[in-house]
């Protein structure tokens, strides 16, 4: 199970932090994403990390606005997102990925970015 947090509203040039924390006792076994979805578009990945946190993929929309850390003692990971903008509005979703048939998602939180 993952349980997103730290969603909502914020004026253009604004902050946020999400947190998602896994409920499982190998987190360290799993590649961890976030991914966004807007209204009308499709979900779109954000970001990656692998297993040990050495190592993250950004999408070009993000690079140098977001920052994606994990804490495996604490089975959590966060997104650090500065200067937001109103493009950057839609629904986060946190995920978890191992392998085939170990896919899970969280139920996902609000991003507004609105003045």
């Known amino acids: 199970q993952l349980v997103e947090s730290g969603g909502g509203l914020v004026q253009p040039g604004g902050s946020l932090r999400l947190s998602c924390t896994a409920s499982t006792s190998s987190f360290n076994s799993y590649v961890m994403s976030w991914y966004r979805q807007a209204p009308g578009k499709e979900r779109e990945l954000v970001v990656g990390?692998?297993?040990?946190?050495?190592?993250?993929g950004y999408a070009d929309s993000v690079k140098g606005r977001f920052t994606f850390t994990r804490d495996n003692a604490k089975n959590t990971v966060y997104l650090q997102m500065n200067n937001l903008s109103p493009e950057d509005t839609a629904v986060y979703f946190c995920?978890?990925?191992?392998?085939?048939?170990?896919?899970?998602w969280g139920q996902g939180t609000q991003v507004t970015v609105s003045s």
């Open positions: 995920n978890a990925f191992r392998g085939s048939g170990q896919d899970y």
């Open positions: 990390i692998t297993r040990g946190g050495a190592r993250t």
